[in-house]
């Protein structure tokens, strides 16, 4: 059985198979949610520009992951007349569902468009990519949408597949799919991380996408950022470090790692990596020297901690590639506290700060003073931290959010549980370093 990773490794699969139309009139359209990472792999590989389809499953009533239909944009229904007379569903339950369907739909585009012209179809080869394919109602109604919409030629792209549902799907004018078995309980089952994706991540990946175009047609390439090992001056020493910035990037968040960590954990590697993938620049350092890590009581000086982020915040500010970004704070165990700390010193004018795991406690009285908005991400399996948590964001004045990830322990080591964390992360961060109009830190409110 092919299983992928995450949806990045799916789309990175699914591109090599549509390589072909590289080069074409092309618009890859993602379906909200999960098809979107997907997609956007897909474009960027195609160099195709982004945009989504809107759809929504009719679910059986009483088991709504079994699609009886889906609705779309512009009024697009497809029903499963067959699928509908074995379950027994009566007209009227269809149309109490497709009402409340179709409320979520008009909201979901309201929300991820936020202004955004939808890209013109017409005339144009489509290619509507989702991070997999059950029944195929989505699937029609997603293909039917782009026909309203004037696409010449529409290909649906799909990781994997039930062999019949690739089979079976008229409304387009070919199927590509990575993996197409016979034997098929759902998606997820074919990813190690299938977890969810949020409205603010697509619209991430969409902007992001859309820059990648910009750039392009001035005839810079997107990819191009500075990725360079640094050394920061801090008093006497040098850090050491590893920056990573796009050049069009307008946000970047300094890791503080926890105790007995360094710039090279894997964790927090994967944590960057995430929110480069966003479009965020990232700053992995370490917060004490080589030397200084051997004597235990520096792991824990929090104010000499928040002091070292203090001054890799302002090196970042005198460079030329970062002094216009605003700047967020990621901190790890002990780290977290050093963010908060660091984050309520007066002036810092830090724009948004993430805990995974931490220990926020440890800033003590430093927490009401703290204005920059403040995700708390700790595993639901990590009681006592958990309570900690609990207790610091009660002391906070700014706004806050506690995301729990259930099943996870101190490190986020069970399966999907980091890349729950990243993701949460990664959107708390899109929120208030990239999306413009976004309410500087000194200016939130509880």
């Not at 979901?108 to 144009?124: F, K």
């Not at 080869?125 to 949408?145: F, K, L």
């Not at 944590?271 to 480069?276: C, I, Q, S, T």
């Not at 729950?420 to 830190?441: D, T």
Request: with cysteine; hydrophobic share 45%; aromatic share 4%.
């Amino acid at each position: 059985m092919v299983m992928f990773a995450d949806r990045v490794e799916a789309g990175r699969r699914l591109a090599r198979e549509l390589v072909s139309l590289r080069g074409h009139d092309l618009v890859v359209l993602g379906l909200p949610r999960g098809g979107v990472p997907v997609a956007f792999e897909v474009a960027s590989a195609l160099d195709a520009p982004l945009d989504v389809v809107v759809v929504r499953k009719l679910g059986v009533p009483f088991q709504p992951e079994l699609a009886m239909g889906a609705i779309g944009e512009r009024g697009v229904r497809v029903v499963d007349r067959a699928l509908m007379a074995r379950a027994g569903v009566t007209e009227r339950e269809l149309d109490v569902v497709e009402r409340r369907e179709r409320k979520q739909l008009e909201s979901r585009v309201a929300r991820i468009r936020r202004g955004r012209h939808r890209l013109e179809l017409a005339g144009r080869e489509v290619v509507i990519v989702d991070d997999g394919m059950a029944t195929g109602s989505t699937a029609r109604a997603a293909c039917q949408v782009a026909r309203q919409l004037g696409a010449a030629r529409v290909v649906m792209a799909v990781p994997v597949a039930p062999a019949d549902s690739v089979r079976d799907l008229p409304e387009a004018d070919a199927v590509v799919c990575v993996s197409a078995p016979e034997r098929f309980g759902g998606v997820g089952e074919f990813y190690r991380d299938f977890s969810p994706t949020t409205d603010e991540q697509v619209i991430v990946l969409l902007d992001t996408a859309q820059r990648r175009m910009h750039s392009a047609a001035a005839g810079a390439a997107s990819v191009d950022c500075t990725d360079v090992d640094v050394e920061i001056p801090a008093g006497s020493i040098a850090l050491e470090g590893h920056l990573n910035v796009p050049h069009d990037g307008s946000g970047v968040v300094l890791f503080a790692h926890g105790s007995g960590s360094s710039r090279h954990s894997p964790r927090n590697r994967y944590v960057a990596e995430v929110l480069r993938r966003a479009g965020l620049g990232t700053l992995l350092f370490d917060l004490l020297t080589t030397e200084e890590e051997h004597r235990r009581t520096n792991v824990f000086d929090i104010e000499l901690l928040a002091d070292r982020l203090g001054a890799a915040t302002r090196w970042l500010r005198s460079r030329s590639d970062t002094t216009s970004c605003r700047m967020g704070y990621f901190g790890a165990g002990t780290g977290a506290g050093a963010a908060l700390w660091a984050a309520a010193e007066q002036g810092a004018s830090i724009a948004a700060v993430v805990s995974r795991g931490g220990r926020p406690d440890l800033a003590g009285p430093r927490l009401a003073q703290v204005t920059a908005p403040t995700l708390l991400i700790v595993g639901g399996a990590d009681h006592a931290v958990l309570d900690l948590n609990r207790q610091a964001r009660a002391q906070l004045r700014c706004v806050s959010e506690l995301a729990v990830v259930a099943g996870a322990t101190h490190l986020f080591e069970e399966p999907g549980t980091l890349a729950e964390a990243s993701n949460l992360a990664s959107a708390w961060f899109a929120r208030y370093l990239l999306i413009a109009g976004a309410a500087p830190a000194d200016a939130a409110q509880r």
